[in-house]
């Protein structure tokens, strides 16, 4: 069983759209949280970063982590078609630096 | 700032032949990593240094080796290369001392083994 787990879809949603991309994660030690936005043929690229359980905002963006589940979110309202890309979850131990992803969620927004 | 950098963005090799992905930053980051990244599977750690001079494992390093000489720079070599590592590697860069978690990525090198 993979450390983490995301859906990679493909996910294909209408403008305008709320979307929200899920991962969960079998080492309850991880502590820190972050969401990776990577455009084709591009470098994933921070888009959402979080150490606690609970929510952040950050514009149309919310991430939210639920550490007693084991289980992070990453909202997205107003969807937009530059928002077409993958999506990366990643975490990792405090103070370790080694990043464990998710497959990666593949995302389409139509106009 | 030029961020991190990455060299070739695209090569082609023969099984059997070696080469060096090159990879570097000028933000003064002690932390360095190179990661793989195939369909399906993510990015996976290959290998990493918390500085000049020491370098680590990751989850896959087999088939490749690392060194670390300055803080700026931190080669990838394929000593000899198999199809099975035909992928996009990454490099990334950090902070080790929580001023900035963020980790920056390259844009990457697309290596393709015949």
């Known amino acids: 069983q993979k450390e983490v787990e995301q859906d990679p879809g493909p996910l294909s949603v209408p403008e305008g759209a709320i979307v929200s991309l899920n991962c969960t994660y079998s080492?309850?030690?991880?502590?820190?949280f972050m969401w990776y936005r990577q455009y084709s043929r591009k470098g994933p690229e921070l888009l959402m970063y979080?150490?606690?359980?609970g929510n952040k905002e950050d514009g149309r963006f919310t991430a939210q982590v639920d550490k007693s589940s084991k289980y992070i979110s990453l909202f997205i309202r107003d969807s937009q078609p530059s928002d077409s890309a993958t999506y990366l979850c990643?975490?990792?131990?405090?103070?370790?630096?080694?990043?464990?992803f998710g497959q990666g969620t593949r995302l389409t927004i139509n106009p | 700032n030029a961020g991190v950098t990455q060299t070739p963005k695209f090569q082609v090799l023969k099984t059997g032949q070696s080469m060096t992905l090159q990879c570097a930053q000028d933000?003064?980051?002690?932390?360095m990593s190179w990661y793989r990244q195939d369909p399906g599977m993510g990015l996976r750690l290959i290998h990493y240094?918390?500085?000049?001079?020491?370098?680590d494992q990751g989850e896959v390093p087999n088939g490749y080796n690392v060194s670390r000489s300055t803080t700026e720079d931190f080669p990838l070599r394929l000593l000899s290369a198999a199809p099975s590592q035909t992928s996009v590697y990454f490099c990334?860069?950090?902070?080790?001392?929580?001023?900035?978690?963020?980790?920056?990525f390259g844009p990457g090198t697309r290596l393709l083994v015949l």
């Open positions: 933000m003064n980051h002690e932390y």
């Open positions: 990643a975490m990792t131990l405090q103070g370790a630096q080694k990043l464990v």
């Open positions: 240094s918390v500085g000049a001079g020491i370098t």
């Open positions: 979080t150490y606690s359980s």
């Open positions: 990334a860069s950090s902070y080790t001392d929580f001023r900035d978690e963020t980790q920056y």
């Open positions: 080492n309850s030690a991880f502590q820190y």
